[in-house]
């Protein structure tokens, strides 16, 4: 069956409220549509919690800066409502003018683990998502809502704005799924060419290395450093970052003695792909 689409807040609500009134728990699935597999897993996490699954479909204006790619971002909101057929209850998809009505003023910044990293290439990033995650939050008001860790500092980011802002919803990340080749799956592969999705591939593969050497003991700051320059030669014109962060905090480590997480940013072309993994996942 075809998921009932919202346009307006209102009228999500009215329909989160009638099945709320019935003893349904809800669950919010926030994307920006050209949905793949990993999207649909996350709808599948929140189906298999017995919620409702409301997914907002909404490219939202806020988190690119004037140079980004919004006016190209893909747009395919007739193919993303055929693959949440039978999958999602609710498709929440409201115009810029119903996120950000005429003289729109406020914005939510993030520290903590919203500072560096991509913070560092992107500053407008994070309050763009900050903002528009907190207004889906505070429209649907859900019980649960889940985000992919492929962006992983994305997912600290609004769990912190979650607790900071004392919201009931428990905020959950789902693994990232990967293409065959070990590409992590993004609505931004579509823009690259046979020859960069090649070069793209490898990205995941140069990730587990550097897992690989940290675990095996080797200097941290060495590791990340073979990383940029195995990116370079695998043919990535620019590394923003490869760096192990702490798992929880993304504060810097220089010892495996909490949970650690490799993150890089790199360009091919004009696209920029961004990956992680849990360092130990390699053990
Ligand atoms: O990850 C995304 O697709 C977006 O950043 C999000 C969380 C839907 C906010 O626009």
């Excluded at 043919?235 to 490799?262: C, H, I």
Aim: glycine share 8%; net charge positive; with cysteine.
């Amino acid at each position: 069956m075809k998921p009932q689409i919202s346009p307006t807040i209102a009228h999500m609500r009215a329909q989160i409220a009638a099945w709320r009134k019935a003893g349904a728990r809800v669950g919010l699935i926030p994307t920006m549509g050209a949905l793949h597999e990993g999207h649909l897993s996350l709808v599948r996490a929140i189906r298999a919690r017995g919620e409702k699954a409301v997914v907002s479909i909404f490219v939202n204006p806020a988190q690119f800066a004037p140079n980004e790619d919004f006016d190209r971002y893909p747009r395919t909101f007739e193919t993303d409502c055929a693959k949440l057929s039978g999958l999602a209850d609710l498709v929440f998809a409201p115009s810029v003018k119903e996120m950000y009505p005429d003289g729109f003023s406020t914005k939510i910044e993030v520290g903590g683990p919203g500072v560096g990293l991509e913070t560092d290439f992107r500053p407008h990033f994070f309050a763009g998502v900050a903002t528009v995650v907190a207004k889906l939050l505070i429209a649907a008001m859900p019980d649960t809502a889940i985000f992919g860790e492929k962006d992983y500092q994305q997912l600290l980011v609004i769990k912190r704005l979650n607790a900071d802002l004392g919201l009931p919803v428990e905020i959950l990340g789902g693994p990232i799924v990967r293409e065959a080749d070990g590409l992590a799956m993004s609505s931004r592969n579509a823009y690259l060419s046979a020859a960069e999705r090649k070069i793209a591939g490898q990205m995941n593969v140069i990730l587990r290395a550097v897992a690989a050497r940290v675990n095996k003991g080797d200097e941290i700051g060495a590791a990340e450093q073979a990383g940029r320059d195995a990116l370079l030669e695998a043919g990535f014109n620019s590394v923003d970052y490869v760096a192990v962060r702490d798992a929880e905090t993304l504060a810097p480590v220089t010892s495996l003695s909490r949970r650690a997480r490799v993150l890089a940013a790199a360009r091919i072309g004009a696209t920029r792909l961004i990956d992680n993994m849990a360092v130990a996942s390699v053990l």
